[in-house]
């Protein structure tokens, strides 16, 4: 069982142009505009629990939403948070993202997927378009 965190707002650099951003900062702007990371990414991966069970942490529920997904170990889960990284450095943005337009959130901020396949049809893999 897993549960993903969720961005659940627009990154400040999703409206701008790239060419504007190396303009005003450099080329050296890119890297970080290459790996910023976007609404929908899975930020983090937990066990089921972690933020729905009784002992749940709090999260910053303004940016950041909870989807559950019982049907997917917590190992399995770890690959949805797929980026690449060099020294511990994101270099790419994240290869996933999960379409949190579509879900339906409690008021908590938390939404449960119910099977495999309404999580191929939110989760979407960036690397492929």
């Given at each position: 069982?897993?549960?993903?965190l969720?961005l ?19 080329p050296?702007i890119?890297?970080?505009?290459n790996?910023?990371?976007?609404r929908?990414d ?9 933020w729905t ?11 950041l ?8 170990s917590?190992e ?7 980026g ?7 270099t790419?943005?994240?290869r ?16 449960v ?14 690397s492929?378009g």
């Amino acid at each position: 069982m897993a549960e993903f965190l969720v961005l659940d707002i627009n990154h400040v650099w999703d409206s701008v142009d790239i060419g504007v951003l190396v303009g005003i900062h450099g080329p050296e702007i890119e890297q970080k505009y290459n790996a910023r990371i976007q609404r929908g990414d899975v930020i983090e991966v937990r066990p089921d629990g972690y933020w729905t069970g009784p002992n749940a942490l709090p999260f910053k529920k303004e940016k950041l939403c909870v989807v559950s997904v019982p049907f997917v170990s917590y190992e399995q889960a770890m690959q949805y948070m797929d980026g690449e990284y060099t020294e511990d450095i994101m270099t790419k943005k994240r290869r996933y993202n999960v379409d949190t337009i579509q879900l339906t959130f409690d008021k908590n901020k938390i939404a449960v997927i119910k099977n495999i396949g309404q999580l191929n049809i939110l989760l979407r893999d960036k690397s492929i378009g």
